[in-house]
């Protein structure tokens, strides 16, 4: 059974905890940059954004979440409550082969507004009083330090596609494209309540003015990478089925997109074949 903490989402638990990051407030804050991925093992899920969205599609099921009334696409950590299709191991490895950008700013992270804002999570062991070598964000003039000044950069450029990420979700919800994730046998737990899919069929009644509008956005390319990012449940239960029958190799790797045609040819095929193991097929795959 799911607990609160596991079925809670990255971007509600910052919304909830985090704590702006100000020279003003925080004149002697400092971190330690962390070590494992284990702060995240028990999150469902993570915020991604448009400039990371083929390398997330290709690594983990990318499924839709509101979040202060705006939509935006969210990559799913596990699946159901089964612990081993965790891409975060006991261990605090990370045995998928992207790192959503997020998880790599921790104990930082972006709000989920379209203003810049700089949050920190306050429960984070890297800013524990035990903390090793660690690093100032401000000096003693409060100016960010050359460290806190490349988080500010990385950040910056995140936010950046996160503000298109969100005019894309807008389109999507205007057109009224999704249905609940839970109509879907892979993520029919009820810890995929507040998620939502995209209806295929409502997707292919659209006119041609309103497909030019998603285009226009970002929002079309949205749609086809999440249907992709689906086809990776089996993958995902092969992989936790590999940790089951023993130790494997892991970490995480940045590999390049293979373009959007792959992405279009990939969905012709999801629209054209009903795979046993896709998870719109009336049966789960293995």
Do not use: N
């Not at 950590?77 to 261990?91: G, M, P, S, Y």
């Not at 992270?109 to 070598?133: E, H, K, N, Y």
């Not at 100032?136 to 995140?158: C, E, I, N, S, Y």
Request: hydrophobic share 40%.
């Amino acid at each position: 059974m799911s607990t609160p903490t596991q079925i809670m989402s990255l971007a509600d638990h910052l919304a909830r905890t985090g704590q702006p990051v100000e020279a003003e407030t925080s004149p002697a804050l400092s971190w330690t940059p962390f070590a494992s991925y284990g702060f995240a093992r028990d999150f469902l899920s993570v915020p991604v954004v448009l400039a990371e969205l083929h390398q997330t599609a290709c690594a983990m099921p990318i499924l839709f979440a509101s979040h202060g009334g705006a939509l935006y696409p969210a990559a799913l950590l596990r699946l159901q409550d089964e612990a081993d299709t965790r891409v975060i191991t006991e261990t605090g490895d990370w045995s998928g082969i992207y790192v959503p950008g997020q998880l790599r700013a921790h104990p930082f992270a972006c709000a989920l507004a379209p203003d810049f804002r700089i949050l920190r999570d306050p429960g984070s062991p890297c800013f524990g009083p035990g903390t090793a070598a660690p690093r100032r964000a401000f000096d003693g003039t409060g100016a960010p330090t050359p460290d806190f000044t490349r988080l500010q950069a990385f950040l910056q450029a995140w936010h950046l596609s996160l503000r298109q990420t969100l005019r894309a979700g807008a389109a999507i919800a205007k057109a009224a494209l999704l249905r609940p994730a839970q109509s879907l046998p892979a993520f029919a737990d009820p810890c995929f309540a507040p998620y939502r899919v995209v209806d295929p069929p409502a997707l292919s009644r659209l006119g041609q003015a309103r497909k030019l509008a998603l285009l226009d956005t970002g929002a079309m390319e949205l749609l086809h990478a999440h249907l992709t990012s689906l086809e990776t449940v089996p993958h995902l239960r092969r992989l936790a089925r590999a940790l089951r029958a023993g130790p494997r190799q892991t970490g995480a790797q940045s590999p390049s997109p293979d373009g959007l045609g792959g992405f279009l040819d990939a969905m012709t095929l999801a629209y054209e074949q009903d795979s046993a193991t896709s998870p719109y097929s009336t049966s789960e795959g293995s």
